[in-house]
C-alpha cells in the first residue's frame, strides 16, 4: 500500500512531515531529537491508529467527534498552523491529497474488518477527548 491508495498511511505520512516542518523551524532539531514534538507526533499517530472511520474517515477538522483531548487539540493545531502553507511547495502530492482528503465533510461507513480491534462495537461518542 501507498499514499496513492491508502489514506491512513498519507495520513500519518502528512502528520510527520508537518511536525518535522514544525520542529526544524522551531528547535532546529529532527523530530526523533525533540521530546516536544515527538509527543505531539506520537499523539496524533495514535489518534489516528485507533480512529473508529479509519479509511472513510473526514479530515480530524471536519470529524463530529473530535476524539483529541483539548491540550493536544491546540498543541496540533499550532503544528498544521505552521506547517500547512510551507508544505506545499516541499511535498506537493501529499498537499493535492490533503486538499482532496479535506473536502469529506462527514465520515462513511467502512466495513468492519478494517476498524482497529480496541474499537470494534464501541460507541464513537466514546472516544471523545480520550
Ligand atoms: S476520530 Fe475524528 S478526530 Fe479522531 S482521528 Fe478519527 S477523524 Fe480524527
Redesign the pocket.
Known amino acids: 500500500m501507498s499514499i496513492f491508495t491508502n489514506r491512513m498511511q498519507r495520513e500519518a505520512e502528512t502528520i510527520k512531515v508537518m511536525v518535522g516542518i514544525y520542529c526544524r523551524h522551531h528547535h532546529e532539531l529532527n523530530v526523533s531529537d525533540c521530546h516536544e514534538c515527538s509527543k505531539i507526533q506520537n499523539y496524533a499517530l495514535d489518534?489516528?491508529h485507533?480512529?473508529?472511520?479509519q479509511e472513510g474517515?473526514?479530515?480530524?477538522n471536519n470529524?463530529?467527534?473530535?476524539?483529541?483531548k483539548p491540550s493536544m487539540k491546540d498543541e496540533v493545531k499550532k503544528v498544521m498552523r505552521f506547517s500547512g502553507p510551507r508544505m506545499a511547495l516541499r511535498h506537493p502530492i501529499l498537499t493535492i491529497f490533503h486538499f482532496i482528503d479535506d473536502r469529506r465533510k462527514e465520515?462513511v461507513s467502512i466495513s468492519s474488518s478494517t476498524k482497529p480491534k480496541r474499537y470494534s462495537g464501541e460507541n464513537?461518542e466514546k472516544?471523545k477527548n480520550a
Open positions: 489518534r489516528l485507533y480512529c473508529p472511520y474517515k473526514t479530515s480530524c470529524c463530529p467527534i473530535h476524539c483529541y465520515p464513537p472516544m
